[in-house]
């Protein structure tokens, strides 16, 4: 076994998902197999080998930086019409500090 | 006028000599796609408001006497993971289902500046995770040559309504394949280009390192219009790509004598199938065009499935968790803190994929765990992309099958997340070095169903990739 249920719900929690008993067991199965296939990169020797976060293309370090210039983005109003609960211009959430 | 078989070229044609209007063509494609969408459910939803707006523009273009566009009047659909303001863009998951966005993607603003018509939103794998279309939380798309197959996935949608004639051109998007496994599938052409090409913004992100826009077209010809149209430099996304921009469209319909072509071997090792036998008699066809064919290795691509799945998974973990219930429109009823409320919400709006991803990519990222799985598949990331470096010195590009089995019957494979990430063998080597490739349709097996040509090329040489696919598609009658 590469994960146990408890590794699973430990990785739940870390991912903020709530995952019934059935998914649980599930998961802990599907995780298993698949982390069990990826093994498969420990057959390849990568000492000395640079890791690639992403493909870069050729440009000047600061090509991408722009002038500093205010300009509008998407308003406050906008913002907030996709929230589930908003009021006096913020989102709403459940009470996070106890009196 | 046979909707089915429009070309961005006859609409042009049409529009200046009058035949038809914008509107009139917007209206009568929209009639079309409401009333055919039955069949696939490819689309999600239509925007006739927004499409006879832009419908309007074009005609008032045209009756001032301005060059229309290069997409004039063109019916486009657009894959639900791409943002349209004002259009609900749900990305196929229950979590977005009402979602409006307050902005328009880049290659959406772009493509309507050019005349582009956007009829609707088409569905896809939830977050563009999938290589089937059945993880979409609104019903798999069906495949329009074989109903009871998938159109691929993820971006099955926009494959779909392209092969079925509902858009002329579509957008996707494609991560490890999400666009050349359904153009393969459905019989269209399905361009991925260079890592950087086109600018991700506004494209909802899956795995950020890896995620591109591309098109859709039924033929190399339309893809290469619409390419050009979307793609550059876009200071909104600081990994757009600053290359020049060439004009793709001039280079179809040069010779590709000469042209030296790769065959990896590892890609055809046990590719004994009907698949392998169709992609054998598509490699002869380019030798007729007097392409120069030569064997090639790319030792690691038995690597590349584990590869991704760490680092996709990883770049989803993290990408993913803005869907907390605050900001995106779904919200778990019952929860008395903060904590609750996050992890019902995702618990009950993410499906199962989007679960196993999040939770595969969270855990290689985890402490103790991270050296081992996610900095070692960058390692690998970095052998995989040398592999090709290597190979492009001695060849112009590298030809191969998208998938190693045609349209695969619905439900399948779906209770096998292994087995169907397995299916992604050969496109997620092209996605993880990050150059341009694209499907090309290479004929039917006996039992009518298509199979894509891969053609791959060095990076930015888009160009090249189109080339050599309108010879072949010229050479070989294989038009959708």
Redesign the interface.
Known sequence: MK?TEN??RY??????????EA?LER?AR??D???T????????D?SG???????L?D?EET??L?DDIERPT?SNS??L?????SGAGC?K????IER | MNLASLTISRIRQGLLAKEFSAVELANEALRFAEAENPKTNAYLHFCPERALAAARAVDERLAKGEDPGPLAGVPVAVKDVILTRGVRTTCASRLLA???P??DATAVVRLERAGGVILGKTNCDEFAMGSSNENSAFGPVRNPLAPDRVPGGSSGGSAAAVAQGTAVVALGSDTGGSIRQPASFCGVVGVTPT??RVSRYGLTAFA??LDHIGPFARNVRDAATLLGVIAGRD?MD??S???PLPDYAAALGESVQGMRIGLPKEYFAGLGSETGGLIQQGVEVLKGLGCRVQEISLP?T??A???Y??ICTAEA?SNL?RY????????SGE??????????T???G?G?EC??R???G??VL?AGYYDA?Y?????????I?QDFVRAFEEVDAVVAPVSPFPAFKLGEKIDD??AM?LSDVYTITGSL??IPCMSVPCGKTSEGLPVGMQILAR??AESDMFRLAAAFEKAGSFFA
């Not at chain 1, 959430?93 to 996070?96: L, Q």
């Not at chain 2, 907390?324 to 919200?331: A, M, P």
């Open positions: 994960i590794e699973v990785v739940a929690a870390l991912s903020n998902l709530t995952l019934t998914e998961m599907d995780l197999e698949i982390l296939y990826v093994d498969k990169l420990n057959e390849l990568t080998v640079e890791p690639m976060a992403q493909v293309f440009a090509a991408t722009r998407v906008e913002a019409a996709n929230a589930p609960l989102f959430v459940p009470k996070v | 009402h979602y409006i307050p902005y890592y950087g950020s390192s200071e600081s990994t790509a600053f290359a690691h038995e690597y499935i584990p590869c799945y760490i973990s968790a907390d219930g605050v900001r995106y429109t779904t919200r929860a008395p803190t903060l904590i609750d409320m996050y992890r019902n995702r618990g009950e993410f199962a679960k196993r999040i939770m595969l969270t855990y985890s799985y900095l070692k598949a960058q390692k690998v990331r970095t052998l992309y997340p292994l990430y070095a990050g990076h930015f």
